[in-house]
């Protein structure tokens, strides 16, 4: 109770600051809310839906398809921040590498579904998938393929007009550019490889073919072929005469060419000793003929009838006393019969039959007077009255006597031993000429 006229002193406590004290209530909103572009977001707290962002709220994050975010489900702390980032960022693939000699376009870089299509540079093949997708595992579809040379190198030969052989040769100079290869990978190509004679070579006569190879780096080869052809200016064939010989130098018969003749022993040449083949591809001079010898029996001497043989025959000397002498007529006999071997030999038979005056002399057909007859026998000294054969050689030298008749082989045989039979036998080889009985 109270005394009467006592006043009442009243203490009033100052109100305590709850919040300074208790945490905020749970329904208080606390974390910024939350929100996901690319995608969507549903929150759960203890007190219902209504409450998104309150302390302790947990949010799942779902992001549209091609879009990831850090964290599927995050949840508002104390610090009045989410526990990560909860952003949908777009699904990027790891870039890709450039294929060596190539690249690639991209519908959208590297992020997801981009479509990349690769491509290679000019003369390379593409090997591997053309195409490669970003997935959504943020791996590519495909790997990156590669760009192999596939491509050829090309090359052009030179294309050459027929070359024609200069006066007196059979061979022409050819002159040309060595080509490049041309390849799309490498560019030039100056490594090439001719299969033939090289460039400024001389190139005989007729057609020639030839071949360039070029590789490029990748091993690929490239080639052409092109073709020499030389000509030889010629004029008509000529051939030796008969009883003669032709030697001639170069071919023969090209432009330039030099022909010359002799005759055998006992002919005389008749017309050009030596033909050129002119530019109008005509002979120079005339025909070549060799003519028989003209034997003179008209002489007054023997030394003089001889003398016409000189270096042209050579003389088998036939002595007998009489016609019906047994060894002359088997001598004729068995050279008659070896006729071919006499003129291939140069050998000329004269005959001397009889004793003086009534002796004969004969070449052939053709008869010698007596006196001309006497006068052979005393220049070679031959017996009158006995067989003898005497060979004399073309230098007029007494090679071989025979007291008695021979074979036609046994005299072929000397012969053939005489040097200057030796050089005939080669030229009437080359010459086709021969005896076939």
């Keep these: 109770s109270t005394v009467p006229g006592q006043e009442i002193a009243w203490h009033v406590t100052p109100p305590i600051k709850l919040a300074a004290v208790f945490p905020p209530s749970l329904g208080t909103p606390w974390c910024t809310p939350i929100k996901v572009k690319h995608g969507d977001v549903s929150c759960r707290t203890s007190r219902g839906e209504h409450y998104r962002n309150v302390m302790g709220t947990r949010c799942k994050i779902r992001c549209k398809q091609g879009y990831e975010s850090q964290s599927s489900e995050v949840v508002c702390m104390a610090s009045k921040h989410w526990s990560s980032n909860y952003a949908c960022r777009e699904i990027r693939c790891p870039k890709l590498n450039m294929p060596v000699n190539g690249g690639y376009?991209?519908?959208?870089?590297?992020?997801?579904?981009?479509?990349?299509?690769?491509?290679?540079?000019?003369?390379?093949?593409?090997?591997?998938?053309?195409?490669?997708?970003?997935?959504?595992?943020?791996?590519?579809?495909?790997?990156?393929?590669?760009?192999?040379?596939?491509?050829?190198?090309?090359?052009?030969?030179?294309?050459?007009?027929?070359?024609?052989?200069?006066?007196?040769?059979?061979?022409?100079?050819?002159?040309?550019?060595?080509?490049?290869?041309?390849?799309?990978?490498?560019?030039?190509?100056?490594?090439?490889?001719?299969?033939?004679?090289?460039?400024?070579?001389?190139?005989?006569?007729?057609?020639?073919?030839?071949?360039y190879t070029v590789l490029d780096r990748a091993g690929n080869k490239g080639s052409c072929r092109f073709t020499v052809r030389v000509r030889v200016r010629r004029c008509s064939p000529?051939?030796?005469?008969?009883?003669?010989?032709?030697?001639?130098?170069?071919?023969?018969?090209?432009?330039?060419?030099?022909?010359?003749?002799?005759?055998?022993?006992?002919?005389?040449?008749q017309g050009s000793a030596a033909r050129v083949c002119q530019s109008?591809?005509?002979?120079?001079?005339?025909?070549?003929?060799?003519?028989a010898m003209n034997i003179n029996v008209g002489v007054r001497t023997a030394a003089a009838l001889l003398d016409q043989f000189y270096e042209k025959r050579r003389l088998l000397i036939i002595s007998a006393p009489t016609a019906a002498n047994h060894n002359y007529r088997f001598q004729m006999t068995n050279l008659q019969h070896a006729q071919c071997g006499l003129d291939l030999r140069h050998v000329t038979v004269i005959e001397l039959v009889g004793t003086y005056p009534a002796q004969i002399g004969r070449i052939r057909h053709r008869l010698l007077p007596p006196a001309l007859a006497l006068q052979i026998r005393i220049l070679l000294r031959i017996p009158q009255r006995s067989f003898q054969m005497v060979l004399v050689d073309k230098q007029g030298m007494d090679k071989q006597r025979y007291p008695f008749p021979i074979t036609s082989a046994e005299l072929f045989t000397t012969i053939d031993t005489f040097p200057l039979r030796k050089d005939e036998m080669v030229l009437q080889q080359e010459a086709g000429q021969n005896c076939q009985s």
């Design 105 to 211: 376009k991209c519908s959208d870089g590297s992020y997801f579904n981009s479509r990349c299509e690769f491509f290679c540079s000019a003369g390379f093949s593409l090997k591997g998938q053309t195409i490669a997708t970003c997935q959504h595992s943020k791996s590519w579809s495909a790997g990156v393929p590669i760009c192999v040379d596939m491509d050829p190198p090309k090359i052009k030969c030179p294309n050459l007009k027929d070359k024609w052989a200069e006066p007196g040769k059979l061979t022409a100079r050819v002159t040309w550019d060595t080509p490049e290869g041309v390849d799309t990978a490498d560019g030039i190509l100056t490594d090439v490889t001719l299969k033939g004679k090289p460039s400024k070579s001389d190139f005989p006569e007729g057609l020639h073919k030839m071949s």
């Design 238 to 269: 000529l051939f030796a005469p008969d009883n003669g010989y032709m030697k001639c130098d170069s071919d023969g018969d090209n432009y330039g060419a030099t022909c010359e003749f002799t005759c055998t022993g006992g002919y005389e040449l």
């Design 280 to 291: 109008g591809l005509t002979w120079s001079g005339s025909d070549t003929t060799c003519a």
